[in-house]
């Protein structure tokens, strides 16, 4: 069901999308302290408990990213917001610490 809903990127995709200056908007769902050691360009820092409020906000046509360290409060916040209707929804499998270790290895990892 789940992939009927959103588009689960690899680390890899992701690095063709940013190479190719197609990057969507991207979301970050780690704690501040993990968002400053480090986090893609252009991200933006959204906490995952305040997902029903900031999400008012999105376009539900726009394409979005959302990321976390493993990916697991990420998947959790794609399928949240797919369901209530955002068609363009897109998940890091695997997190930044995936795009780390496949597709960047100059991320910084923690």
């Keep these: 069901m789940a992939e009927e809903l959103f588009r689960d990127l690899t680390p890899e995709q992701l690095r063709e999308l940013i190479a190719q200056s197609r990057t969507p908007r991207?979301?970050?769902?780690?704690?501040?302290?993990e968002f400053a050691h480090w986090h893609l360009p252009g991200a933006e820092l959204q906490s995952a408990e305040t997902i029903a409020e900031w999400s008012r906000a999105l376009d539900p046509h726009e394409e979005i990213l959302i990321y976390c360290h493993h990916g697991i409060r990420s998947l959790h916040a794609v399928i949240?917001?797919?369901k209530r209707g955002f068609h363009r929804m897109m998940h890091l499998r695997g997190g930044l610490d995936a795009y780390s270790l496949r597709a960047d290895?100059?991320?910084p990892r923690y």
């Design 80 to 82: 949240y917001l797919a």
């Design 105 to 107: 290895p100059s991320v």
């Design 26 to 33: 991207l979301i970050d769902l780690r704690e501040p302290e």
